[in-house]
């Protein structure tokens, strides 16, 4: 499923596919039908931690992936013991409350130095994840609470959960994008009509054309 923040500055529902796996070939046709259908200006993809969603995005629309900072929180905090969990937490949360990007940056470095004697995977995490988790920095402050992580989509997901595990079994795959598809008629129908859910002045001055 792809939901947007269109021009008109409201949320929309842009497709939704059913597939097997999250494989890039999968990604690379998801997006491409996407475009085809018209999709352009793409300045990010927020997402959980899907390698062929990375690179298919930079393939099939030029843009970078936000890692999703609350799935990024629970795979940092699966690499310590539980007496740890408390102070990496409060550790990594000083890194996303700093004022800038450059400064989130030069805490995240010394973080990972910190880190790394007693804590290696975790350090190798951070080390790997820097850029994709901190994208969203490169955008106006306002708008941070809205794009570092998936959350906003959490109702979402769990509505369409919801009526298909009433459902149980599906016959076909085009029973599974019927129901679907029909939740996210309605759900697109109500945003449509709620308020601006992002100032789009502030990005237009402030975000990089490629993505950032």
Not at 8 to 33: C, H, K, M, T, Y
Not at 36 to 46: A, Q
Not at 153 to 165: Q, T, Y
Not at 188 to 207: G, I, K, P, S
């Amino acid at each position: 499923m792809a939901v947007a923040v269109n021009l008109d500055e409201r949320r929309e529902v842009l497709g939704i596919a059913v597939q097997p796996s999250e494989a890039e070939v999968f990604w690379n046709e998801f997006l491409r039908s996407l475009a085809d259908r018209g999709l352009r200006g793409t300045l990010m993809i927020i997402a959980d931690d899907h390698k062929g969603l990375k690179a298919a995005a930079v393939k099939v629309l030029g843009a970078t992936v936000q890692r999703c900072r609350v799935h990024f929180m629970r795979n940092a905090l699966a690499c310590v013991g539980k007496k740890d969990k408390p102070i990496v937490t409060a550790a990594l949360r000083t890194a996303f409350d700093q004022d800038t990007l450059a400064a989130s940056k030069e805490h995240w470095a010394k973080l990972i130095d910190a880190f790394e004697p007693r804590h290696p995977k975790l350090a190798d995490l951070m080390r790997r994840a820097e850029d994709v988790v901190l994208a969203y920095k490169s955008f106006p402050r306002e708008h941070w609470a809205k794009i570092h992580s998936t959350n906003p989509l959490e109702r979402l997901n769990k509505e369409i959960k919801r009526r298909n595990n009433l459902v149980g079994i599906f016959p076909n795959e085009a029973a599974v994008t019927r129901l679907t598809g029909a939740l996210m008629l309605e759900q697109n129908d109500e945003w449509a009509n709620t308020r601006r859910y992002l100032m789009l002045e502030t990005v237009e001055h402030t975000a990089t054309p490629r993505g950032q």
